[in-house]
């Protein structure tokens, strides 16, 4: 006769846990749909739990839910600018945007309405935590430029630019996912350096902030690739001098 394997004893999930499970849950269906489209039903029933227990949980509905996996998303996309502040900026820009991207990829067609708005349950806290999250990179990015008392100017130029990876990110998505993940983030990371050059012709502590960047990057760097293309078109704008 032979023995059979023993049955794993059950574990009880403490409370933290089996919040996280369902936050999990929902967050994987809020990535494939939108939440309006995503009942406590199909949580229920991705996290193989009862809808009585979601709603132990979450006494407040799918709204709290969808609040709760909001912040859960945040609160990801919030540490996704932190790096060490060590070696040229763009390289650390490029780590922070491999990591935003890939959160876009992995939440596909749940990323606009999860992060971005346009839904009918988005509330005044659903916007406060988006924003939040835009502030807290704005923050992270201000860091990495080493200004402790940022003037209006470069922190505007900043916010402009999260704003703009913001909006590539979603036309990324309309877009089949063209261009491929690496070419997006180098555009990106090429976008902040032409914004903060032309914030730098009108104020000088973007100047400074410009001066010391580029004193770090090196010449097979994004920044380098970057001078070869131009210059070659903008060549003939000396004339303009």
Do not use: N
Request: negative net charge; glycine residues 6%.
């Amino acid at each position: 006769m032979t023995s059979q394997a023993p049955t794993p004893a059950y574990r009880r999930l403490s409370v933290e846990e089996r919040r996280s499970q369902l936050l999990e849950a929902a967050l994987s269906l809020f990535a494939q749909r939108v939440p309006e489209e995503v009942s406590l039903d199909d949580v229920a029933e991705a996290a193989g739990v009862s809808r009585p227990l979601v709603y132990r949980y979450f006494p407040g509905g799918k709204q709290q839910l969808y609040e709760a996996a909001l912040r859960s998303a945040a609160q990801e996309l919030e540490h996704c600018f932190a790096e060490p502040p060590e070696g040229p900026l763009t390289q650390r820009l490029a780590r922070a945007l491999d990591r935003y991207l890939a959160f876009v990829d992995q939440h596909d067609a749940g990323f606009s309405a999860l992060l971005q708005g346009g839904s009918v349950i988005e509330t005044s806290r659903t916007t406060a935590i988006v924003d939040g999250v835009r502030r807290a990179a704005a923050e992270h990015i201000l860091d990495h430029l080493a200004v402790k008392d940022p003037g209006p100017r470069l922190r505007m130029t900043v916010r402009m630019w999260i704003t703009a990876v913001e909006a590539a990110s979603l036309i990324w998505l309309d877009e089949d996912k063209e261009p491929p993940l690496d070419e997006l983030r180098d555009w990106l990371v090429e976008q902040f350096v032409a914004a903060l050059a032309a914030s730098a012709g009108r104020d000088p502590q973007t100047a400074a902030v410009v001066r010391a960047a580029l004193a770090l990057e090196r010449p097979d760097g994004i920044v380098g690739a970057l001078v070869r293309r131009v210059l070659p078109v903008v060549g003939d704008a000396a004339r303009l001098l």
